[in-house]
């Protein structure tokens, strides 16, 4: 088993709505620590969310991150973003953004 395996989960996601770059599908891959301890957001089947994204692996940096999955419809996310479950209100402060 890889090593990335034992620290980290993966949840398939479908996007509703981008407000920040652009998406080649509306399903992602968002990987994030295994639990609290590695700074690990816990999805739930079925639920809303606003997800706070990037494309870097947030556990390791320089040569030990090329283990880690990359590419293409592979994101990054973890307890110390924004990411929460669905709240109209953070969609509003978004969308004045744009």
Not at 77 to 87: E, G, K
């Amino acid at each position: 088993m890889p090593y990335f395996q034992l620290m980290v989960k993966k949840y398939a996601v479908v996007t509703e709505q981008v407000f920040k770059g652009k998406l080649d599908s509306d399903t992602l891959f968002i990987f994030t620590g295994i639990n609290g301890a590695a700074c690990g957001f816990r999805f739930n089947v079925g639920g809303l969310y606003v997800i706070y994204a990037s494309k870097d692996c947030y556990l390791v940096t320089g040569k030990d991150a090329r283990d880690f999955p990359r590419g293409d419809g592979i994101y990054w996310t973890n307890h110390c973003t924004r990411t929460r479950s669905f709240d109209g209100a953070e969609i509003k402060e978004l969308e004045a953004l744009e």
